[in-house]
């Protein structure tokens, strides 16, 4: 079984910084690839950037390329968002996801396996 446990959410500025960090317990996290969603109010789940097992390859959705950084650290079974210039359309619940590596659509929620219980992140205009 793979636990993700999301921590680092917040109330923050418009402009300001974030780092969400995503703690995975369970089997080898390395061959994991890890993923960063989101759900505003009322809105559906959204895809916000992944990272492969190895770390070699992110991808980011539109709204937050050039302002979030996904990374990973596979000695600490940890993955990392880090985001920049906030805006108040950034609020949302963040999750972090799990699969097992090579699996395709990740743009898409279902593709993820495992999911934390999510961390809130609050931009205030």
């Known amino acids: 079984q793979v636990q993700p446990v999301e921590s680092g959410g917040g109330l923050v500025q418009a402009g300001g910084s974030l ?23 009322g809105k559906d789940r959204d895809f916000v950037a992944y990272i492969r097992w190895s770390g070699s390859s992110t991808y980011y959705a539109d709204s937050v390329k050039g302002r979030f950084t996904i990374s990973r650290d596979n000695a600490k079974n940890t993955v990392y968002l880090q985001m920049n210039s906030l805006k108040p359309e950034d609020t949302a619940v963040y999750y972090c996801a799990a699969t ?3 699996s395709s659509r990740l743009f898409t929620s279902d593709a993820w396996g495992y999911w934390g219980q999510g961390t809130q992140v609050t931009v205030s205009s």
């Open 19 to 41: 780092r969400l960090s995503c703690a995975v317990s369970g089997r080898p996290f390395s061959t994991y690839d890890m993923g960063w969603f989101r759900q505003a109010p």
């Open 100 to 102: 097992k590596s090579g």
